[in-house]
């Protein structure tokens, strides 16, 4: 039999995860238990315990929950875009309000640093203020005599009830990426976010009611594949946005267009920073370790690949990254404003990161900086690890080829700049690149024939701000328009064009006369 002490234990677990706190949906403007039985748990990654656990949805739940806002879109569309860019208006002073306990609570379960967890809600707020602006962006077109008496106009109505699928790295930003254009198109919104660290999007919706928003317009279902699946099936939704891996956003967007569904899918990256001889190698350098370590590498944006042109810039880059990449400071959130980059999502994502660091030795790249055995005294349980760094990486090492999400760097040495280019030009993912350069013919060469959605010059994030729009290309992205910016009040709308032609002879004026037959 089991001895007392594991009997104990099993107690124990049992009364703690009774007593834990439980994460439900928000649907219809409530709070809503989850009924499915279902609950996946959502850790603290800097210590590693289980904080709350999350309610799974059934098909019943999110049907219902469909069925909320279908009932709650008709008005919400027939109200004027001018009051509903008023409720964004209020959104965005009430996310400035509570920037501090939605940053603190992101944190928490993300990870991040406190300052990144700030930037996280801001990048999704400076979206809600671009849709403050949706009675220009929602105008049509007119043509005054298109033919004898004829006029033609445009109309963008909105699609009825849409989705959003979106991933665990920005449980703030990306959410509003995609929640706030639809919602002021005049759709409502079914949101799936994910549920490794769901308090936020809940936060938010609850933000949304408090700014005027009427309930039933955006509605949270947590949930897993299940809950996917049923989005992707259901004949009421009407468009899907996901953000994830590559794998999933075929799996998405394929089964989403097969339903007849618009999608816009967004996966995978490894993001090329080319660094020219003329550069700037101080800026280059610390460049680099911001874009390929802060948030432990956990961005879809992260410089992965770092391609220094010619022998001497690379050893040069080498000597002065080394030093930066050791001297990382690493820890949980509450450890101050000053603290790098924090511990990664989960242990699976831990795991996963230090076997893709053995293959990368297996393969013969040089780990110049080793950071998998970082340990801090406190958290011994948390997902941590330092930084590792890469030199002598190439093409056919799976190091080059997978996105490894994690605070990894990998250095491919390049001859010349037809080399460098060549990298990023044939890698199966578009989303983000940069150059670093003092000669602005190469960069303008670079930005005209690299084959991806996001450039950067000088500048290593590219992430374009609110009104203009991002999306990468290749695995990169699946679909026909990017997000956020004017794409996204195109994703969200449909074109409906009206001729019209009044009969003749209204205008001459009034009669007198009793009406007769004529």
């Known amino acids: 039999g089991r001895s007392p002490k594991i009997l104990l234990a099993g107690v124990r677990t049992y009364w703690e995860k009774r007593d834990m706190r439980k994460i439900g949906h928000f649907i219809g403007g409530k709070h809503v238990e989850g009924t499915s039985g279902r609950f996946a748990d959502v850790y603290n990654p800097a210590t590693g315990e289980v904080e709350a656990q999350v309610a799974l949805a059934s098909q019943a739940e999110m049907d219902a929950a469909i069925a909320n806002a279908a009932a709650a879109q008709p008005a919400w569309a027939a109200t ?14 009430l996310l400035n309000r509570d920037m501090d306990k939605l940053a603190e609570a992101l944190s928490r379960e993300h990870g991040k640093t406190i300052p990144d967890a700030k930037g996280d809600v801001i990048r999704g707020l400076e979206v809600a203020e671009f849709c403050i602006g949706a009675p220009h962006l929602l105008k049509g077109e ?45 759709n409502a919104f079914i949101l799936k976010p994910s549920e490794r660290d ?19 317009v955006l509605n949270v279902v947590n949930g897993d594949k299940s809950a996917v699946d049923a989005i992707l099936d259901d004949e009421t939704i009407q468009a899907v946005g996901f953000v994830g891996s590559t794998p999933i956003a075929q799996y998405v967007y394929a089964r ?35 874009a390929g370590y802060g948030a432990a590498g956990e961005r879809c944006m992260a410089v992965s690949v770092a391609v220094p042109v010619g022998e001497s810039t690379a050893n040069a880059l080498i000597e002065k990254l080394a030093p930066k990449v050791e ?8 450890a101050g404003n000053d603290v790098d980059f924090g511990p990664l999502v989960t242990k699976e994502a831990l795991a996963r990161v230090k076997g ?60 010349n700049y037809e080399e460098a280019l060549d990298l990023p030009l ?10 670093f350069t003092r000669d602005g013919d190469t960069a303008r060469d670079f930005a005209s024939r690299i084959n991806i959605g996001m450039v950067g010059i000088n500048v290593p994030i590219p992430v374009p701000l609110a009104y203009h729009t991002f999306g990468g290309w290749k695995k990169s992205g699946f679909g026909d328009l990017n997000q956020h910016g004017p794409d996204g009040f195109k994703f969200y709308t449909r074109t409906k064009t009206v001729t019209s032609r009044w009969p003749s002879g209204l205008k001459d004026g009034a009669e007198f006369v009793i009406p007769t037959m004529k």
């Not at 004027?80 to 002073?93: G, L």
């Not at 509003?176 to 002021?184: L, Y």
């Not at 569904?261 to 003329?278: E, L, S, T, V, Y």
């Open 198 to 216: 769901p308090s936020v999007p809940i936060m938010l919706a609850e933000l949304m009611i408090e700014a005027g928003l009427p309930e039933g």
């Open 356 to 415: 893709l660091v053995d293959q990368g030795i297996k393969e013969g790249a040089k780990l110049v900086v080793d950071g998998r055995d970082f340990s801090m005294q406190g958290y011994e349980n948390g997902f941590f690890m330092g930084g590792c760094l890469f030199d002598n990486v190439t093409k056919d090492m799976d190091i080059y080829k997978t996105e490894i999400f994690g605070p990894v760097l990998s250095v491919v040495r390049a001859e």
């Open 80 to 93: 004027n875009p001018q009051r509903r860019a008023r409720v964004m208006m209020k959104f965005v002073d």
């Open 142 to 186: 007119f043509t005054e005599g298109a033919g004898p008496g004829i006029d033609m106009y445009s109309m963008r109505q909105p699609l009825g009830v849409v989705a959003g699928i979106t991933p665990f790295n920005f449980p703030a930003m990306i959410p509003m990426w995609k929640f706030c254009p639809a919602i002021a198109c005049g």
């Open 327 to 334: 001297a990382l400071k690493i820890g949980p959130y509450t």
């Open 256 to 290: 989403a267009t097969a339903s007849g569904k618009r999608a816009q899918c967004f996966g995978g990256a490894k993001n090329h920073m080319i660094i020219m001889p003329d550069a700037d190698l101080d800026q280059a350098a610390d460049a680099l370790i911001g």
């Open 426 to 435: 044939s890698h199966e993912y578009g989303n983000g690149t940069a150059i």
